[in-house]
């Protein structure tokens, strides 16, 4: 059986990780974008995304609004936790975990220092989806890549530890669109855990829900779609929720990075925007 034959079709929650790709398959194909991710477009299609279809299809107007709100989130925080990986790497840090590290091609698209140490985080379905896929574009990584299938509502320091991490060196931690989909308390003990593992000098991107999402677009959401999964929101203070777990954090909002990187938000914020969901703490 070839490659393609073999694949799991996307499912569940990991089925969101394909329609992540399928952002950034469309980002790349821009004029100016903001990241490129050449092998967005082979995760996409291998998920059963149509590259030529109307961007998203055309239909009831509520959804594809979200679908846009949602799709520009994903291009705005990718170029943010790239940028805080690139700090990460210039600060000397040179091991990197991906947590729910979907389809993530980060180790074969940045430019890594020698030495660089990449972990790939998620379940074993995805994970055995994403090689199919890498080995069908014979994908080579630009730093050492291993990958780590685990739940991570389970041991997963012990995977992490056994698949090599060293917890006595910093690491930079990145838990891109997955907060969400965890129960509060296992953010919590997520946040927790990762802290045991960070040496002094670690970094840490986190992308939390904003305050008032699941209402706004869990609550009516198709069954099926990312949104219909959505379980957890930010705390009223990520700051302060970070710092009590031993991070200095600062918070930045999608506007405001949006408007840095050249693509503003012309629509007026709602009076109750809270605190920004993109996340850069250091290891205090
Ligand atoms: C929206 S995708 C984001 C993927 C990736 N971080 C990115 O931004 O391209 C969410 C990912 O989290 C993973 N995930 C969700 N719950 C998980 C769990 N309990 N253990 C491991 N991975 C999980 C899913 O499999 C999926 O790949």
Redesign the pocket.
């Known amino acids: 059986m070839t490659d393609a034959q073999e694949r799991a079709t996307p499912s569940g ?2 089925a ?2 394909v329609g ?2 399928r952002v950034r398959a469309l980002e790349t194909a821009r004029e100016d974008p903001l990241f490129r991710d050449p092998l967005a477009l082979a995760f996409a299609t291998a998920g059963g995304f149509d590259p030529s279809a109307p961007r998203p299809e055309r239909g009831d107007e509520a959804a594809r609004r979200r679908w846009l709100g949602v799709a520009f989130s994903i291009i705005i925080r990718t170029r943010f936790l790239d940028d805080l990986l690139d700090q990460a790497a210039a600060a000397g840090v040179r091991q990197v975990v ?1 947590l ?5 091609s980060r180790a074969f698209r940045m430019d890594w220092p020698e030495g660089t140490r990449l972990f790939e ?3 074993a379905e ?1 994970l055995d989806f994403k090689e199919s896929v890498l080995r069908q574009e014979r994908a080579v990584p630009r730093c050492e890549r291993i990958t780590v299938p685990v ?3 389970e041991d997963w320091p012990a995977a992490l530890a056994a698949a090599g991490h060293d917890r006595t060196r910093p690491t930079a931690w990145i838990a ?3 907060l969400i ?2 129960p509060e308390e296992a953010v919590e003990r997520l946040v927790g855990l990762v802290g045991e593992q960070s040496a002094p000098g670690s970094r840490m991107g986190l992308t939390l829900g904003s305050r008032g999402v699941l209402s706004r677009f869990g609550a009516d959401a198709a069954a099926g779609t ?1 949104a219909s999964m959505w379980v957890s929101e930010m705390p009223e203070d990520p700051v302060a929720w970070l710092a009590a777990h031993g991070w200095a954090a600062e918070t930045h909002t999608l506007r405001e990075r949006a408007a840095a990187y050249g693509r503003p938000i012309t629509s007026e914020p709602r009076a109750d925007e809270g605190p920004g969901g993109l996340v850069h703490a250091v290891r205090l």
């Open positions: 929650v990991w969101t990780a992540v790709a991906l729910g590290a979907g389809m993530d985080v998620d379940t995805p739940d991570l509502r891109e669109g997955l989909y965890l990312a």
